[in-house]
Structures are given as C-alpha cells and as structure tokens.
C-alpha cells in the first residue's frame, strides 16, 4: 500500500523545522508528501501564507505538494473550525478524493496539536499515526488541554529543536511520548538556504535588532503598554551605545507603530530601519549579524543566542510574568525561560544568575506542574524541593497559585502547618461568608443611624 505523509505547518519557522527534520532523515521514506499550508492569522485575508513568504522557494522541494487548508475548509477560519463527530467519515472521504489520497496510508505531522487546525486534521484521519513537532519554546511547556486517547495513543514522537540544551520538554510527556531533538547541524543548513534567498547585502559592522511580538493581539498587554515596551527597547539599546538598530515588527502588528519609534530613534541620535517584508528573524541574523537582539520573549531569543552564539538582552519579562492570566496561560513557560536564562537589557529588570541544567529543570517542572496540577500529579514532590530551595525563584509564581496548591511560598510561615484538606477549605468559606453578612449588617446599622 502507498504511504502518503501530509505535514501540517502554519509558520515559515516550523516548515523550516519540518525540512531540517526531514534533511536529517528523522521520517521514514513515503511514496508522496504534502505540505498543508495553514493560515491562522485574524484575517487571513490580510496576511500572506508561509508558502508565499520570500524563501520558501529553498523549503519547496522536500515536498511533493503543496496544499492550503484555509481553501479546504472555506469558508471557516483554520482556529475555530472542528468537524463534527458524526461527519468525519464523510470528510475523510471528501479529501481522499480532494487530494487524491485513495486508499493510501496517512501519516502526518502536526504542531500544536492541543488545538486546531492540528487537532481538527488528526480527527479527520482516524486511523493515521501523528508526529508533533515543536514551533518553538511552547514545547517545554506542560500539554494546556487534555486529549482523547483517541489522538494520544497515535502519537509517536515529540520533534523538537534542541533550543535550550539537555532541557526535555513537557509537553504530552504525560502520555508518554518521547521526545526527539531536530539535529541542530541539519536546521542551521536549512536557515544558511533560507539567507541565500535574501537580497539584502550583509552588513559589515551591524545594528541592534529589536524584535516585536504584537502582544496587544494576546490581550496581555494593551496597545499602549506594548508601544511603551518598543520605545523602551529602543532606549535600552541607545543607552548601551548602539546608533544603528533594525526594528522587525511582528506580521500583524499595527502599522502606526514604527512612526513612533522612528520618531523617538530620532531624538535619540539613533539610525532606524524598519523591517517591513515578512521574513524569519533567523534570515536576519545571518544578514545582518546584529551587535545585539532584543525582545520580549521570542523564540528567536534562544534561537540567536543558541545557533548564531550572538549577544542577546531581554526586556519587559517582569511585566509579563505579572500579567499573564490565567497562570495555566501557554505564554508562562516562554517567559519564564527567557528570564531565566539572559540578561536584562537594563537595571529596571532583576538580573539572572547562571543557571545549571538541573536548575532550570527544576525550575520549569515546577511551574509545569502548578500550571497544569492535574496532569503532572507526579511533579509535586519536584515543585515542592524547587520551592524549598530556591526562594528566590518563586517570582516565577503567583501566591495565590501557590496558596491553592499548598506550595512553600503559598501561605505565611506560621500557617503552614494546616493541612491541604477539603474541610479547611470548607472552613474558610464559611468564614468569608459570614464576615461578608457581618460588614453588610454594619453598613446598614451606620446608614439608619445617618
């Protein structure tokens, strides 16, 4: 029987993932690969797919062909689009004669496969065995849904770029799955093709790059706040004596924002280029070779300090670490790394200390397991010694978090001898209540009297 392999991607970064993985024979031989190309933006319509995104054309020959799942699904939207139980056998039938499958064998691989569009493909193929590969540093986060053992008992493998060294990620670990490193070797060659596609000359003596996140569009940080971490970038790297510096806005990003650094690089004494053409902030390593990369929480941090040994500073971690919410929010774990593991672009930000492998293991099994307690029931006993040993870590938590789970840091010192039971809890609301009915009692007294 022919074999068929579809792999699902929606950014350039995780094709780019997908084509060193398979340069370096990490998926067996198939008769035919497809690449299914998916547009998540908020409105596709504005955004251009990865596969019309300059150098692809160096991705293009490890597959097949290409195919658009915004196209295959229209008119529904990539994010919110699932099929119904009930009509999976007639849409398995549907792209069978669409794509011209017949009766191949399927195997595919998918990212993010906690949501859709990964989760709604591997629904529509029952019986295929899945591959997860990892777009970036969400992968060592804990798996945020939980998945049918329908889809979990398919998957094989966890694909993953070695991005921060001897750290195993998280994510399905709890079903079991083992996890694979993407050689490191095969993805530098594929980003050396991606670079040659660029037609900007390589600098010489380079700038300082500033990497935006559009993180208003998370609604995490308003427009505002988001602006104000930008212009402080941009000050950040002035201070540091830099008077050349290339700003990459995120693709969706709003376009009155480089106007207002441009403004302020002006006053500033500092040479602005804005990067307006949607391309991999890696392309821009090699082309440009920054004196240093700045940003919030990008993969690409990693990615620049990792693979191109290039300096790096980090900025605005602090105010994330407070504002993301819910505290199981898949944003957590990239934050946290990020502050743990580089510098701070100035003062205003406390700085990291070395940390050993173990440490940051340490670290990140016990934010896992206060984001996802259910899942991970096996990480207590880590989260509780991490805790215990390192104070100074718990500002990676929130008390509240640590509270409801009864972690050291959760409860002043002289209570911590209350047990974690259903009646102290009992206990407490019934306590709230009543205080609350009692100051409701007073108020009204005080208003009588008035």
Same mark, same amino acid.
């Given at each position: 029987?022919?074999?068929?392999?579809?792999?699902?991607?929606?950014?350039?970064?995780?094709?780019?993932?997908?084509?060193?993985?398979?340069? !370096?024979?990490?998926? =067996? =031989?198939?008769? $035919?690969?497809?690449?299914?190309?998916?547009? @998540?933006?908020?409105?596709? &319509?504005?955004?251009?797919?990865?596969?019309? #995104? %300059?150098?692809?054309?160096?991705?293009?020959?490890?597959?097949?062909?290409?195919?658009?799942?915004?196209?295959?699904?229209?008119?529904?939207?990539?994010?919110?689009?699932?099929?119904?139980?009930?009509?999976?056998?007639?849409?398995?039938?549907?792209?069978?004669?669409?794509?011209?499958?017949?009766?191949?064998?399927?195997?595919?691989?998918?990212?993010?496969?906690?949501?859709?569009?990964?989760?709604?493909?591997?629904?529509?193929?029952?019986?295929?065995?899945?591959?997860?590969?990892?777009?970036?540093? #969400?992968?060592?986060?804990?798996?945020?849904? +939980?998945?049918?053992?329908?889809?979990?008992?398919?998957?094989?493998?966890?694909?993953?770029?070695?991005?921060?060294?001897?750290?195993? =990620?998280?994510?399905?670990?709890?079903?079991?799955?083992? %996890?694979?490193?993407?050689?490191?070797?095969?993805?530098?060659?594929?980003?050396?093709?991606?670079?040659?596609?660029?037609?900007?000359?390589?600098?010489?003596?380079?700038?300082?790059?500033?990497?935006?996140?559009?993180?208003?569009?998370?609604?995490?940080?308003?427009?505002? &706040?988001?602006?104000?971490?930008?212009?402080?970038?941009?000050?950040?790297?002035?201070?540091?004596?830099?008077?050349?510096?290339?700003?990459?806005?995120?693709?969706?990003? =709003?376009?009155?924002?480089?106007?207002?650094?441009? +403004?302020?690089?002006?006053?500033?004494?500092?040479?602005?280029?804005?990067?307006?053409?949607?391309?991999?902030?890696?392309?821009?390593?090699? $082309?440009? $070779?920054?004196?240093?990369?700045?940003?919030?929480?990008?993969?690409?941090?990693?990615?620049?300090?990792?693979?191109?040994?290039?300096?790096?500073?980090?900025?605005?971690?602090?105010?994330?670490?407070?504002?993301?919410?819910?505290?199981?929010?898949? @944003?957590?774990?990239?934050?946290?790394?990020?502050?743990?593991?580089?510098?701070?672009?100035?003062?205003?930000?406390?700085?990291?200390?070395? *940390?050993?492998?173990?440490?940051?293991?340490?670290?990140?099994?016990?934010?896992?397991?206060? #984001?996802?307690? +259910?899942?991970?029931?096996?990480?207590? /006993?880590?989260?509780?010694?991490?805790?215990?040993?390192?104070?100074?870590?718990?500002?990676?938590? +929130?008390?509240?978090?640590?509270?409801?789970?009864?972690?050291?840091?959760?409860?002043?010192?002289?209570?911590?001898?209350?047990?974690?039971?259903?009646?102290?809890?009992?206990?407490?609301? *019934?306590?709230?209540?009543?205080?609350?009915?009692?100051? /409701?009692?007073? !108020?009204?007294?005080?208003?009588?009297?008035?």
């Amino acid at each position: 029987m022919a074999r068929t392999q579809i792999f699902l991607a929606s950014t350039l970064y995780g094709a780019a993932t997908l084509a060193a993985a398979l340069d !370096a024979d990490r998926f =067996p =031989p198939a008769d $035919r690969r497809i690449l299914l190309v998916s547009n @998540n933006a908020p409105v596709p &319509e504005t955004t251009a797919p990865l596969d019309r #995104m %300059p150098g692809f054309t160096a991705l293009r020959d490890r597959f097949d062909q290409v195919l658009s799942w915004n196209e295959t699904i229209s008119p529904f939207h990539p994010s919110g689009w699932s099929p119904r139980p009930d009509d999976v056998p007639l849409w398995e039938r549907h792209l069978r004669l669409l794509w011209r499958l017949g009766d191949d064998e399927i195997e595919l691989a998918v990212e993010s496969i906690q949501v859709e569009p990964a989760l709604a493909l591997v629904q529509l193929f029952p019986a295929a065995p899945i591959d997860v590969y990892a777009d970036g540093l #969400m992968s060592y986060g804990p798996t945020r849904n +939980k998945l049918e053992l329908l889809v979990t008992s398919r998957i094989r493998r966890l694909l993953h770029l070695d991005l921060v060294p001897g750290l195993a =990620p998280l994510l399905l670990s709890e079903h079991r799955v083992r %996890p694979e490193v993407v050689p490191t070797g095969a993805f530098r060659a594929v980003l050396e093709q991606l670079a040659a596609c660029d037609d900007r000359p390589v600098a010489a003596d380079g700038p300082a790059l500033l990497l935006g996140q559009y993180l208003s569009a998370l609604e995490i940080l308003t427009t505002e &706040e988001e602006e104000r971490l930008h212009l402080r970038m941009l000050r950040g790297i002035a201070a540091r004596g830099h008077r050349s510096a290339v700003f990459k806005p995120h693709p969706t990003a =709003p376009a009155h924002w480089p106007h207002l650094l441009e +403004k302020e690089a002006a006053e500033l004494g500092v040479e602005l280029t804005v990067c307006d053409t949607p391309v991999l902030a890696e392309v821009l390593f090699q $082309r440009l $070779r920054p004196a240093l990369v700045v940003g919030c929480f990008s993969t690409a941090l990693l990615t620049a300090s990792r693979f191109f040994d290039l300096p790096v500073a980090r900025t605005g971690t602090g105010l994330l670490l407070e504002r993301l919410s819910p505290f199981q929010n898949s @944003n957590r774990v990239p934050v946290t790394l990020v502050d743990a593991l580089l510098p701070p672009l100035d003062d205003r930000e406390p700085a990291g200390r070395p *940390r050993s492998t173990a440490e940051i293991t340490g670290l990140l099994r016990a934010v896992g397991y206060c #984001m996802q307690s +259910k899942a991970y029931p096996h990480l207590r /006993d880590e989260a509780v010694r991490q805790l215990s040993e390192h104070p100074e870590d718990r500002r990676y938590f +929130k008390r509240r978090r640590l509270t409801s789970l009864a972690l050291p840091g959760g409860v002043p010192s002289q209570l911590a001898f209350l047990p974690r039971s259903r009646t102290v809890r009992r206990v407490v609301r *019934r306590a709230r209540v009543l205080t609350s009915r009692s100051t /409701d009692r007073a !108020a009204d007294r005080q208003a009588a009297t008035s």
